[in-house]
């Protein structure tokens, strides 16, 4: 049973251009969020997806925008990238809004020069 | 709205020691807690959550933690200490309902000697 996967793992980009990062869920999975983890910092979430439709939102800029596919896969695109858009971006898939676990990938990390 | 405080950045135990590493929270509405470990190059693992029901909640690899209302504290112990538990620390809060929007704390690095 595969686990969360996301791709690519490492990318170098520089200032202004964009980027698209992808994830695919754990099988049975329906919702997928996003989380941006700064070095030294914990996660902070950016979104959640679930019915192929963004349902919560975090404190984070309209150049941060997703989508979902409907076999629940999702996409992270970042446009106008910034330095300080450097970062570890974790998807996380859980069943349902509410109570589900979230499972973990292992990341895409970001260096934006 | 939902905070997380882990006191210590950094904490350093003998091997067999027990393991304590403190967090406290802030939520405006009953609280989901979780305890997260990161190995590093790696993602989140879920150790354990508390949503109801009992408040000494038991995880993987002989971690559990204790929601404590009255302290809004979710302390995360071992009373054995093993090499292979050094690693981040993360513990989060969300609000009933959200589980999936999860605030976290800045983390706490367990470094574990001979």
């Known amino acids: 049973d595969a686990g969360v996967t996301q791709s690519p793992t490492h990318l170098i980009k520089t200032r202004g251009q964009q980027v698209t990062l992808r994830c695919s869920p754990k099988?049975?999975?329906?919702?997928v969020s996003w989380y941006q983890q700064a070095l030294g910092q914990g996660p902070q979430f950016i979104f959640q997806y679930y019915e192929e439709e963004e349902r919560q939102r975090g404190n984070f800029p309209d150049r941060f925008s997703g989508h979902q596919f409907p076999n629940y896969s999702s996409e992270l695109n970042v446009n106008a990238l910034l330095l300080g858009d450097s970062a570890l971006y974790l998807c996380a898939s859980s069943l349902g809004l509410a109570t589900g676990e979230l499972f973990f990938g292992e990341g895409s990390r970001l260096t934006v020069l | 709205a939902q905070s997380v405080t882990q006191l210590g950045s950094h904490v350093s135990v003998s091997e067999g020691a027990l393991v304590l590493l403190r967090c406290n929270y802030s939520s405006s509405v009953p609280p989901y807690l979780f305890w997260y470990v990161q190995y590093p190059n790696q993602g989140l693992q879920l150790l354990l959550k508390y949503t109801t029901g009992a408040t000494l909640v038991k995880g993987i690899n002989g971690f559990e933690a204790e929601f404590k209302k009255s302290e809004t504290s979710f302390h995360l112990t071992k009373p054995s200490a093993h090499m292979s538990d050094a690693a981040e620390y993360f513990c989060?809060?969300?609000?009933?309902?959200?589980?999936?929007?999860?605030?976290f704390g800045t983390g706490t690095r367990l470094q574990v000697t001979l």
């Open positions: 989060a809060v969300s609000g009933t309902g959200t589980a999936s929007k999860l605030t």
């Open positions: 099988s049975g999975h329906d919702t």
